[in-house]
């Protein structure tokens, strides 16, 4: 029972530890957006979204698609995103 336990419990350190890795391999624009979090940048690695550039070409049905949020958040996530656009 021990050794089961012990296997669980290795397993989900290691997934723990490959997500944060994939935290690491987001870009810092994307991770210092305005209302970025890092659950959501988690789940935008995991995904292969890694910079603002990736995100600013997502359209909101994309993102609620991706990490299950609401439509508006995703709209204001994707418009800080494509702020660099337009100024």
Do not use: C, Y
Not at 19 to 29: G, P, Q
Not at 49 to 72: G, K, P, W, Y
């Amino acid at each position: 029972m021990n050794e089961l336990r012990s296997r669980a419990r290795n397993a989900l350190l290691m997934q723990a530890i490959a997500s944060e890795e994939k935290v690491e391999e987001v870009a810092s624009d994307l991770k210092a957006l305005e209302g970025m979090d890092g659950q959501i940048a988690r789940m935008l690695a995991a995904k292969g979204i890694h910079t603002q550039e990736e995100l600013a070409e997502l359209a909101v049905d994309d993102l609620v698609e991706l990490t299950s949020m609401d439509a508006e958040r995703a709209k204001t996530l994707i418009m800080a995103a494509r702020a660099p656009w337009f100024a």
